[in-house]
Nanobody, 116 residues
Framework: QLVLSESGGGLVQPGGSLRLSCVTS????????MGWFRQAPGKEREFVAA????????SYSNSVKGRFTIGRDDAKNTMYLQMNGLKDDDTAVYYC?????????WGQGTQVTVSS
């Protein structure tokens, strides 16, 4: 069992930045592919970014590519999402996940609101 906890969300103006963190329990953090999804009001949950177990490979949705950066610190059991150039459309609840077949674990989510 893995428990994930997100933090770092909040209210930011368009063009601003936020850094989300996802801290996990357990001693096998490095064995998991980690990533972020988000869900805006009235919309389906959508993929944002993911990072491989080693951190060598990352992937991003087209909507955030070039603005968001995903990273991980295995020594701290923590994954990050640096979000720059935030837009109104980035407003959503952001969920981190940890994937190691056959199990996928999810955090409770953190609210990001981009508004002037």
């Amino acid at each position: 069992q893995l428990v994930l906890s997100e933090s770092g969300g909040g209210l930011v103006q368009p063009g601003g930045s936020l850094r989300l963190s996802c801290v996990t329990s357990g001693r096998t953090f490095s064995a998991y592919v980690m990533g972020w999804f988000r869900q805006a009001p009235g919309k389906e949950r959508e993929f944002v970014a993911a990072i491989s177990q080693s951190g060598a490979r990352t992937s991003y949705s087209n909507s955030v590519k070039g603005r968001f950066t995903i990273g991980r610190d295995d020594a701290k059991n923590t994954m990050y999402l640096q979000m720059n150039g935030l837009k109104d459309d980035d407003t959503a609840v952001y969920y981190c996940y940890a994937d190691r077949p056959p199990a996928t674990y999810w955090g409770q989510g953190t609210q990001v609101t981009v508004s002037s």
